[in-house]
């Protein structure tokens, strides 16, 4: 049945299956770019060598220019019959051109054309992401100025653990922002060699210049082994797997957002730009980009493990195979492009309500552990009775149905008679964060610290 529905579309039989199957047109005419710039790198080099006349050099040359002007104004017809993005340029090419067209291909084969064309495209999208990444830093460090001081519960477990400040926090995310950076730009790096002039498999007879290829196109140096230029995949597959660790953290902050804009928690109100309504429930805001990016990450590691699969097991050099490292690739790109995009929108356009913070930040008996630390701190206790006294302390709250703060000292002293009122000024939520002090704490002067070195380096 499924079989006649689709089966009908190929009308001239087996031929047409073969070239749906075949065909990479679809989606790799997205990187013509890359792939005249590569073409018109080689010419120039081929007639630097004297592989090919000056004058065939610069009808190429020129015919690609054209051809990419046209291409960019949507006035260019894609073949399907012609297969690949390759393929439909050269054939252009030679239509404008003539017999020129034809010596463009020398000393090249599509293997290592591709394998140009799609690291220079990589590194491209590698540009773009680390751009949008250092967007969204600033955007966290932004806010994180303007909550360096603000109190909310932090949580072990989800559970109300000890107070901390927002700022702390929005800059908890900074950090993981940067750690993805650098993975970006440490993959952009492996990546940066030129495979152009490996040829099919085993490089050629003609006295090439690869070094002046690899440098036109930006790479750091040609690829110094044939086989391993036209068959590695790696710096897909590297570029995806920091991809999916950036979507990782993206999809983790995402759940914090829609955790804390439940009324339930209400630390935060999302702008309605990034929000939608109920076509039932009137009174419902529903956190739909937070829940849309939480759940991107799913077809972004999904192309990492597609692409890793595709690679396993392929004997050198090239095979058809790797054709199918583009769409997922392209996909998980993109996807994380619009992720980035859309949590810089949500961070910089998003309310939150200190006071709903700061009351929850005290629920749960958060400052227990100050207790602990003022007993070991004043008293000279070991940390471990500490915690002991501080739990009955806990348990003296619980079972008169209130807070720390609001314990009479004798009912403290009944736990410990040593304690004196000067416990009183480790017990508020505001205490309790000024006193973390230490490096890398959540004090709001070192909150402020953080801030203005992040400002440093991110020119915010
Ligand atoms: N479209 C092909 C790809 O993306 C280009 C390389 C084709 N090479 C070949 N020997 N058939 O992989």
């Not at 013509?32 to 710039?37: L, Q, S, V, Y």
């Not at 002007?69 to 012609?82: G, P, Q």
């Not at 800059?171 to 440490?186: K, Q, T």
């Not at 913070?357 to 958060?366: D, E, P, V």
């Amino acid at each position: 049945m499924s079989n006649r529905m689709w089966g009908g579309r190929f009308k001239a039989g087996p031929d047409a299956i073969m070239e749906e199957i075949n065909a990479s047109i679809g989606y790799d005419k997205r990187f013509f770019r890359e792939d005249i710039a590569g073409s018109i790198a080689h010419a120039n080099m081929l007639a630097k060598t004297a592989i090919i006349s000056e004058e065939d050099r610069d009808a190429i040359v020129q015919g690609l220019a054209d051809l990419r002007d046209e291409i960019e104004h949507n006035t260019f017809n894609f073949s399907r019959a012609l297969e690949d993005i390759h393929m439909n340029i050269e054939s252009a090419l030679s239509e404008r051109v003539g017999k020129a067209a034809a010596r463009l291909h020398t000393a090249r084969s599509r293997n290592d054309q591709v394998a140009t064309d799609f690291r220079l495209y990589v590194r491209n999208t590698i540009d773009l992401l680390m751009e949008q990444i250092g967007d969204l830093q600033r955007a966290l460090v932004k806010r994180a100025q303007e909550e360096y001081a603000s109190v909310m519960p932090g949580f072990t477990h989800l559970q109300t653990a000890q107070p901390v400040t927002l700022g702390h926090h929005l800059l908890a995310y900074v950090e993981m922002l940067s750690r993805d950076y650098h993975r970006f730009m440490d993959a952009r790096a492996r990546l940066n060699v030129c495979p152009l002039g490996a040829a099919a498999l085993a490089g050629t007879s003609f006295p090439i210049d690869r070094d002046m290829t690899a440098q036109e196109l930006g790479f750091d140096r040609p690829a110094s082994n044939s086989l391993d230029a036209v068959s590695d995949r790696d710096f897909v597959i590297e570029t995806l797997s920091a991809a999916s660790i950036c979507a990782m953290h993206l999809s983790r902050f995402a759940e914090e957002l829609v955790i804390w804009s439940t009324p339930q928690f209400g630390f935060v109100s999302l702008s309605d730009k990034f929000s939608t309504g109920s076509s039932i429930m009137p009174q419902k805001r529903n956190p739909d980009a937070a829940e849309l990016i939480r759940a991107k990450i799913g077809r972004i590691f999904g192309a990492q493990v597609a692409m890793t699969m595709v690679m396993k097991g392929l004997p050198l050099t090239y095979s058809k195979d790797m054709q199918e490292d583009k769409e997922g690739a392209f996909d998980a790109f993109d996807t994380l492009s619009l992720s980035l995009a859309a949590m810089t929108g949500m961070v910089g356009d998003m309310v939150f309500d200190r006071d709903k913070m700061a009351a929850a930040a005290g629920a749960g008996f958060s400052t227990a552990t100050d207790i602990a630390d003022f007993l070991v701190r004043t008293l000279n206790m070991p940390f471990r009775n500490a915690h002991h006294a501080t739990g009955a302390i806990v348990a003296l709250a619980e079972k008169n149905n209130c807070t720390l703060e609001q314990l009479t000292l004798e009912q403290m002293q009944s736990v410990e008679p040593k304690i004196t009122k000067d416990i009183f000024a480790v017990l508020g939520v505001e205490n309790s964060v000024q006193s973390r002090t230490s490096f890398g704490g959540t004090a709001p002067d070192n909150v402020m610290a953080q801030v203005n070195h992040w400002q440093a380096i991110l020119g915010a």
